[in-house]
C-alpha cells in the first residue's frame, strides 16, 4: 500500500475513532439531557400521560392543579383560584419550555418522578395502576395572600406597580407574597402551542413587566425603612440607647464646601441641634441618622447590613434549583473613595436609604422578622409538606436559622422604637389596636420621573411574641407613598392576626 492510501485510511480510522466517542459520549453523559429536555416532543408526551400533582395554600385549596383532557396530552395545567393573586408563587408549566417558581422548583415531585415517590411507580408496576404526580402544600395563607393582592391592586393612589410580602417571624413561613401588575398563568399552559407562545411573548414583551416578582426579583432604595439599619448598628455598638441624644438638626452638609446638603421631610422635623435615637426614628430624621451613620462609619454600616443580609446571593424560597426561586442580592453599595477612606457624602446619603443602597421587598420583611423574633434571623421558605398522591407527607420543612445579627437586648430596644413609629410617628395607619404594631416607613427617590417609591416595613406582635412581620412597596407612589403602604401593611397584617383567631 502506497503513503497516500495509508494517509487517507489512518484519516478514515480516526473519524470512526471520533464517531465511537461521540456515540459513547451521548449515550453515557448526554441521554439523561436530552431524554428530558423540555423541548423534547417524545417526553412531552411520556410527562403528560401522568397527571400532575397539585399545588395547594394551607388548608388544602388547590392553586395549580391537572384536569383530564380528551386530546394527545391527556392533561391540561390549570391554575383554578383567583391566578393573577398567585401566579409570582405558582409560576407555570408549560407544554414546552421551562416551568418557573414553585412549578419549577418542585417539578420532579410533582411530575411523580422524585426518589420519593419511587414506591409509587413500583407499585404502580406491578399492579398496572395509574400513577400521578406528588402534592405541594404550601405555607401561604390564602386570605393574606388575597388581601395584599387586592390591596395593592386597589389601592387609594392608583400605584399599578407594587409587592407585598408577609412572614412568620418565628419560622419563616411565607405567609403572601403578592405583587403588581400579574399575568394569568392559565394562558401560557394551554395545549395550543401557537396561542400559548404567543401569549407569553405578549406578556414578556409587555413595558409594566407583570412576569416580573417584584417581591423578589428587584431592588429598589428603600429610603428611610434602611434607619433600621443604622439604628441597629448604633445600638449593637454599646454606646447608644434609644434614649441617648444624637446629633441633628434643619439640615446637614457632610463635607463642608462640598455642595451637597440633607434636609428634612418637613421643618417641623428634628430642627434642633439634637434629639434622642428613639425620637429620631419616630420622626424619621434625616439629618440625624445621616450624621449618625457617618460617626458610625461605613465599616459598621456595611457589616451590619450584611449581617441582616445584605449583599447575599444564595437566598432561595422553595425547591434544590437555587435558579427557580433565588431571591435577588440587596446592595449597601459603595461608601468609599478610590482612597479607601469613607466617603462622608456617599455614607451619609446611604444611611437614610439613598444614593446606590438597593433592598427587595422580600429583604424588608425579613429585617422585620428578624426584630421581632428577638434578633434571630429565620430563612424564609414557600413549601410547608411535600405530600405522595395519597396525601401521606413524604417531607416537611424545618424552621432554619440563618444568623443572629443582633442580641436579644438590642432587639428589645428596636421593638421599642418601631413601636412608637407605628404609634406616634409616620407608620400611624397601620395600628392595630389590642396589638404592639411596630414598623418603619420610607419615601425613596430614585432615577424615575413619576414620584418617589413608597415603603412600609413591620410587624406585629402579641404579649411579646411575634405573629408576623410584613413589607409593602409601592413603586413611583408619590409623596404619601409611605403612608399608603402602612395602611395596606397594617390591613395584611390584620387578616393573619384574623385568620389565626388572636384577639
Known amino acids: 500500500m502506497n503513503a497516500p492510501l495509508r494517509r487517507v485510511g489512518v484519516v478514515v480510522i480516526g473519524l470512526f475513532a471520533l464517531l465511537f466517542v461521540n456515540l459513547n459520549y451521548v449515550q453515557a453523559y448526554k441521554a439523561d439531557a436530552y431524554r428530558n429536555d423540555d423541548h423534547n416532543g417524545r417526553v412531552q408526551l411520556t410527562e403528560y400521560q401522568r397527571q400532575r400533582g397539585t399545588i395547594a395554600v394551607a388548608g388544602g ?25 398567585y401566579a409570582p408563587i405558582t409560576g407555570y408549566k408549560p407544554v414546552s419550555g421551562l416551568a418557573t417558581n414553585i412549578e ?15 414506591t409509587e411507580r413500583l407499585r404502580a408496576m406491578f399492579t398496572g395502576a395509574k400513577t400521578s404526580g406528588g402534592n ?27 409587592a407585598a410580602v408577609a412572614l412568620d417571624p418565628a419560622s419563616g413561613a411565607i ?36 412576569l416580573l416578582n417584584r417581591a423578589t426579583q428587584n431592588t429598589f432604595p428603600p429610603g428611610s425603612t434602611m434607619k433600621v439599619i443604622i439604628s441597629a448598628a448604633a445600638l449593637s455598638s454599646g454606646s447608644y440607647t434609644p434614649q441617648t441624644l444624637i446629633d441633628a438638626g434643619p439640615n446637614y452638609t457632610p463635607v463642608a464646601g462640598g455642595g451637597f446638603t440633607i434636609h428634612n421631610a418637613h421643618p417641623s422635623i428634628c430642627p434642633d441641634p439634637q434629639i434622642t435615637l428613639i425620637l429620631a426614628l419616630t420622626q424619621s430624621c434625616n439629618t440625624g441618622f445621616a450624621k449618625l451613620g457617618v460617626t458610625l ?28 426561586m ?3 442580592a440587596s446592595h449597601t453599595g459603595a461608601m468609599t473613595g478610590s482612597d479607601g477612606r469613607d466617603d462622608p457624602n456617599a455614607v451619609a446619603q446611604s444611611s437614610i436609604g439613598q444614593l446606590d443602597v438597593r433592598v427587595t421587598p422580600m429583604l424588608g420583611a425579613m429585617i422585620a422578622a428578624t426584630v421581632a423574633n428577638g434578633g434571630v434571623r429565620r430563612q424564609p421558605y414557600l413549601v410547608d409538606k411535600l405530600q405522595a398522591p395519597d396525601l401521606t407527607t413524604t417531607s416537611q420543612t424545618e424552621p432554619r436559622t440563618l444568623n443572629q445579627p443582633i442580641s436579644a437586648g438590642v432587639a428589645r430596644d428596636m421593638q421599642q422604637m418601631m413601636i412608637s413609629v407605628v404609634q406616634n410617628g409616620t407608620g400611624k395607619k397601620a395600628q392595630i389596636a389590642g396589638f404592639q404594631v411596630g414598623g418603619k416607613t420610607g419615601t425613596a427617590q430614585n432615577d424615575e420621573t413619576s414620584g418617589d417609591h413608597g415603603w412600609f416595613i413591620g410587624f406585629a406582635m402579641k404579649d411579646n411574641k411575634p405573629i408576623c412581620a410584613v413589607a409593602v412597596f409601592l413603586q413611583n407612589a408619590g409623596p404619601n407613598g409611605s403612608s399608603e403602604a402602612a395602611r395596606i401593611a397594617g390591613n395584611l397584617m390584620r387578616t393573619v392576626i384574623t385568620e389565626r383567631g388572636l384577639k
Open 326 to 328: 433565588t431571591v435577588a
Open 104 to 118: 419549577r422548583a418542585e417539578d420532579p415531585f410533582l411530575s411523580g418522578n422524585a426518589d420519593a415517590l419511587f
Open 61 to 85: 385549596v388547590p392553586i395549580a392543579q391537572s384536569v383530564p383532557t380528551n386530546d394527545q396530552l391527556k392533561y391540561l395545567r390549570q391554575y383554578p383560584l383567583n391566578p393573577l393573586a
Open 136 to 162: 405541594v402544600l404550601l405555607t401561604i395563607m390564602k386570605s393574606a395572600q388575597e388581601k395584599a393582592y387586592d390591596d395593592l391592586v386597589h389601592n387609594n393612589l392608583g400605584v399599578k406597580n407594587g
Open 297 to 324: 462609619g461605613s465599616g459598621k454600616v456595611k457589616a451590619m447590613a450584611q449581617a441582616f443580609g445584605f449583599e447575599a446571593t444564595d437566598l432561595t424560597l422553595a425547591g434544590k434549583d437555587n435558579t427557580a
Open 175 to 210: 405567609l403572601a407574597m403578592a405583587t403588581t401588575p400579574s399575568y394569568d398563568p392559565n394562558q401560557i399552559t394551554v395545549h395550543d402551542a401557537t396561542a400559548a407562545q404567543n401569549a407569553f411573548e405578549q406578556l414578556n414583551k409587555d413595558k409594566n413587566q407583570p
